[in-house]
């Protein structure tokens, strides 16, 4: 949401963007300024809550993030790696993370419902 504002800011001292334009989510007609505000949006660079943010063709260049393991009894979190675009998943404490009959990690995943990007799926 953070680039969408951007460009949409970028494009709007640059091209003075006519808002009474409106965009219909009924009609399959697109929006005159779409391809504008797309390529003002993969010019952006910003801080982010998840590092910084830049977009190559409409989608996320760069993103890492910490993997952290959550200890119940002290409500403390220790952080046992990362996952990042390029490489994946790199666990560095696995001797911590409980394993299931095979040997496998058993990794619990937990985040919170924000639509529209987190959502329920029905």
Same mark, same amino acid.
């Given at each position: 949401?953070?680039?969408?504002?951007? /460009?949409?800011?970028?494009?709007?001292? #640059?091209?003075?963007?006519?808002? @009474?334009?409106?965009? &219909?989510?009924?009609?399959?007609?697109?929006?005159?300024?779409?391809? &504008?505000?797309?390529?003002?949006?993969?010019?952006?660079?910003?801080?982010?809550?998840?590092?910084?943010?830049?977009?190559? &063709? /409409?989608?996320? #260049?760069? $993103?890492? $993030?910490?993997?952290?393991?959550?200890?119940?009894? =002290?409500? $403390?979190?220790?952080?046992? /790696? @990362?996952?990042?675009?390029?490489?994946?998943?790199?666990?560095?404490? =696995?001797?911590?993370?409980?394993?299931?009959?095979?040997?496998?990690?058993?990794?619990?995943?937990?985040? @919170?419902?924000?639509?529209?990007?987190?959502?329920?799926?029905?």
């Amino acid at each position: 949401l953070l680039v969408v504002a951007y /460009g949409v800011m970028a494009m709007d001292y #640059s091209q003075g963007l006519d808002t @009474r334009n409106r965009v &219909s989510c009924a009609k399959e007609k697109p929006w005159e300024y779409g391809s &504008s505000l797309f390529n003002y949006m993969n010019s952006v660079q910003t801080a982010g809550l998840t590092g910084d943010i830049s977009l190559r &063709s /409409g989608k996320r #260049s760069s $993103l890492d $993030l910490d993997l952290m393991m959550f200890h119940a009894e =002290t409500r $403390l979190t220790d952080k046992i /790696g @990362r996952w990042n675009l390029q490489s994946g998943l790199d666990i560095n404490r =696995t001797v911590l993370i409980p394993t299931k009959d095979t040997g496998i990690p058993h990794l619990m995943v937990v985040t @919170r419902e924000e639509p529209p990007y987190v959502m329920v799926k029905c």
